[in-house]
């Protein structure tokens, strides 16, 4: 503004300071903002590619956590299978203490009738345990397949999934165990009331142990993959986010001295701007 007269219709230097504080405005009120908020991008203004970078981070980071949950409940669904599966071995082993006992000699015909009333309890809670052991309201142990879930653990980027099965291809029931026959669960051998039963019972009961011993330890190794698929999932998790806090996060230390900064320039403006709209006042002395 060389050359400028001396002029009442006009103040440029109140206009450019005044200009001059706006910006100063602007960039104090975004320093606050970042000072307030913690994140270095407020406005997409502030960084846009950023931005869209850390929405995606964001949107990941969030997916994962979620994905954890959704493995820790197919550790609850294995956890509850297995608890079943370890009564019911129990219950077998009653069964083939009860069938021994019934397959000696030295045990007489009364004695073994009232080793058959308890096994033929056992039989009835090892029924009942298969039917109502459920994870919200689903059965477990199916009767003629085994029970599938398929567990997701992706992000947003790729899809992954982990199954669980329960009781391997042919299920998990007491027809599977090959203590009973036919769809209706009748018992194949309810009775060690005779040597003769106690000994083919026997040899029932070592299957059933056995096939329990199997699905317990698919469960098992099912299992440790998910906890091992939460650990994994936890850690790509953190790197995400320390990514994502990279690009958000402001560093206060910085903006603390940028405040600092602004609040001097603002200082300074508004003590410029009152002598500009002063020096217009002192053009009237000429008229004295």
């Known amino acids: 503004m060389a050359g400028q007269a001396f002029s009442v219709l006009n103040n440029f230097a109140s206009s450019q300071a005044q200009k001059d504080l706006y910006t ?39 997916a994962l956590a979620q994905a954890v949950r959704n493995a820790n409940d ?3 669904i294995i956890q509850i299978a297995d608890g079943a599966l370890s009564k019911l071995n129990d219950l077998l082993l009653r069964g083939v203490t009860l069938a021994e006992q019934a397959a000696s000699d030295t045990v007489g015909t009364n004695e073994k009738r009232t080793l058959n009333v308890e096994y033929k309890e056992i ?10 052991s459920n994870f919200k309201g689903e059965r477990l142990f199916s009767v003629s ?41 009748s018992m194949s051998f309810s009775s060690i009331s005779t040597q003769s039963n106690a000994i083919q019972t026997l040899s029932l009961l070592k299957t059933a142990v056995a096939s329990i011993s199997r699905w ?7 299992q440790n ?16 986010k320390a990514a994502e806090s990279a690009i958000t996060d402001a560093n206060m230390a910085e903006e603390i001295v940028n405040m600092t900064s602004w609040q001097i320039l603002m200082q300074s403006g508004m003590s410029s701007l009152a002598q500009a709209n002063a020096s217009s006042q002192m053009v009237l002395q000429l008229l004295q």
């Open 24 to 62: 100063t405005n602007i960039g104090l009120n975004k320093t606050l903002g970042k000072l307030s908020s913690g994140k270095r991008i407020v406005d997409a203004s502030d960084d846009a590619a950023g931005l869209a970078i850390a929405s995606s981070l964001k949107a990941d980071s969030l």
């Open 216 to 222: 317990r330890g698919s469960l098992g190794a099912q």
């Open 145 to 185: 397949q085994a029970f599938t879930k398929g567990v997701y653990v992706g992000d947003t980027q790729f899809s992954s999934f982990i199954t669980i099965s329960i009781g391997g291809t042919n299920g998990a029931n007491t027809t599977a165990l090959g203590l009973t026959s036919g769809a209706g669960g």
């Open 225 to 240: 993959r998910l906890t091992n698929a939460v650990g994994i999932i936890q850690v790509q998790s953190l790197n995400i």
């Open 123 to 132: 039989l009835n809670e090892l029924n009942r345990v298969i039917s109502v």
């Open 74 to 76: 197919g550790i609850a």
